[in-house]
């Protein structure tokens, strides 16, 4: 059986992609931060995941204004690489796992959370950040990967709890898929940042603290932050850290939390990242 072994959270800011594909990692500014990556690059490539369920969100490149699914899942068998105002990133397309996609689908839509199913799309920063983070520059990505887009962008946004049981809707649906698969789930996005108006700049280390310790140790608290609170004191965009919980849920109650890093600044934004293991 289908089994997820780990879950990975890590922040997107698409400045780290601008940094890796112009060869500036080295440079001061950028060193510290990728860094604080080097354990979980040799971590991964141990583990040698056949399959990524990575929860990422767009940011108006595959969706816009026209419509905005809530939870998107891609069930394709590959997804290109989205052209954000620059050119698309020189990274390799995604390569899916349909089989598995629509085996989630079929589950956790009876259990009554609603999916957008998604044939077709690009993905965005949201998605190939974090695949760079973790994996640096190959050829082709090293696994599988179903993206799983989530609406922070429009409100209303899902709730934390919404996601954490979300989580846990698709942890029971990996474990009936009947191939021997490594499975990881990753959640993205984050931490505190607001990138427009009177409080562009926000970071709140004290906040984004606290998140990391709760989301590994105390999930179910945490969950139930609302919305407001995240505006208030992560910023805007800190919404996005809603999307963890839906890696968070699909993990056991006590996890193993490998590796723990934090920087500021990146770009506008603070980093968080997270390696955090289930029982074996
Ligand atoms: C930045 C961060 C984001 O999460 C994003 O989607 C876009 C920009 C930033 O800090 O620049
Ligand atoms: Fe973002």
Not at 49 to 68: G, Q, T
């Amino acid at each position: 059986m289908a089994k997820i072994s780990a879950g990975v959270a890590t922040s997107h800011v698409p400045a780290i992609g601008a940094a890796v594909d112009l060869g500036k990692t080295q440079e001061d500014y950028w060193a510290p931060l990728f860094a604080g990556y080097e354990f979980s690059k040799e971590w991964i490539a141990k583990e040698k995941p056949d399959v990524i369920f990575l929860v990422y969100n767009d940011h108006a490149s595959a969706f816009d204004m026209k419509f905005v699914p809530t939870f998107a899942i891609g069930c394709g068998e590959k997804f290109g690489i989205a052209d954000e105002g620059w050119g698309p990133r020189p990274v390799p397309e995604v390569v899916g796992h349909p089989d598995l996609a629509w085996h989630i689908s079929q589950s956790v839509i009876q259990e009554d959370f609603d999916l957008t199913i998604i044939n077709e799309m690009e993905v965005d920063h949201g998605l190939t950040v974090p695949l760079t983070l973790m994996f640096g520059q190959p050829e082709a990505w090293p696994c599988l990967v179903i993206p799983f887009a989530v609406n922070v962008v429009l409100y209303p946004p899902p709730s934390g709890m919404r996601c954490y049981r979300l989580g846990q809707a698709i942890r029971r649906a990996v474990e009936t898929f009947d191939d021997d698969l490594n499975v990881q789930i990753w959640g993205t996005g984050g931490m505190s940042h607001q990138l427009q108006g009177p409080r562009a700049g926000l970071i709140n280390k004290e906040f984004d603290a606290d998140f990391l310790e709760r989301i590994v140790n105390d999930p179910e608290s945490l969950a139930a932050m609302p919305h407001v609170e995240y505006m208030r004191n992560a910023g805007a965009e800190g919404i996005e850290l809603v999307m963890w919980f839906i890696m968070r849920g699909a993990l056991d109650k006590k996890v193993n939390e490998l590796h723990r890093f934090y920087h500021v600044p990146a770009s506008n934004t603070a980093v968080g990242h997270l390696i955090l293991e289930n029982g074996k």
